[in-house]
């Protein structure tokens, strides 16, 4: 069974950074996506930035230029720096996997962008 188990987030202000991380284990292929959703109150999921272990990687338009998804193969992780943070990016943050045909999801971590 893969878990994925998130840390990182919390409370920062306006033009703040912070960097999630996300560590998987139990039965995962060499060939597989991870990435970060995210869902602020009274808002859809969206998804925020995606990576495959080739490190090809995707992004939403509002955080181009802002956020780096990033990952470890070896260690099956993947981080999510987040710098230039406005209210707007304030939500829950979820990791997830793609492996084997099944998507894992994370319990999420919370970020709130505050003064």
């Known amino acids: 069974q893969v878990q994925l188990v998130e840390s990182g987030g919390g409370l920062v202000q306006p033009g703040g950074s912070l960097r999630l991380s996300c560590v998987g284990s139990?039965?995962?292929?060499?060939?597989?996506?991870m990435g970060w959703y995210r869902q602020a109150p009274g808002k859809q999921r969206e998804l925020v930035a995606s990576?495959?272990?080739?490190?090809?990687?995707t992004y939403v338009d509002s955080v181009k230029g802002r956020f780096i998804i990033s990952r470890d193969n070896g260690m099956n992780t993947v981080y999510l720096q987040m710098n230039s943070l406005n209210v707007e990016d304030t939500a829950v943050y979820y990791c997830?996997?793609?492996?084997?045909?099944?998507?894992?999801w994370g319990r999420g971590t919370q970020v709130t962008v505050s003064s």
């Open positions: 997830y996997l793609v492996n084997l045909a099944r998507t894992t």
């Open positions: 139990g039965s995962i292929a060499s060939f597989n996506v």
């Open positions: 990576i495959t272990s080739g490190h090809s990687t």
